[in-house]
């Protein structure tokens, strides 16, 4: 089946991780959900599903991930409070995200 929603920490410091694919149908990515998770690479993008992304989602001090692409409209989903991670090398420069459809 598929997966709705990742939970609180699911991901949390999860090194290995370097890819991320978000498939359609996705409602919710929960608190800390991939936080720290410094070796995720390229993009990432967001389905037009999810309805939320809960605070620390993808925290990091040293992201290298590219950009954040959210499908979903800017009034269809809720972004809480830190949920972008700092870019690497620049921690005081958050990654990119912007909204597509």
């Not at 090194?15 to 995720?40: H, P, Q, W, Y």
């Amino acid at each position: 089946g598929d997966v709705l929603d990742i939970r609180e920490k699911a991901f949390f410091k999860c090194k290995g991780l370097t890819k991320l694919e978000l498939r359609e149908g996705l409602i919710a990515i929960g608190v800390d959900a991939f936080s720290f998770c410094d070796g995720l690479t390229g993009d990432v993008t967001i389905p037009s599903t999810c309805k939320k992304i809960e605070k620390y989602a993808f925290f990091s001090n040293s992201s290298v991930i590219k950009n954040i692409y959210i499908k979903a409209g800017e009034d269809e989903i809720q972004l809480s409070d830190n949920w972008l991670p700092n870019k690497k090398d620049n921690f005081r420069k958050k990654v990119n995200f912007e909204f597509v459809s």
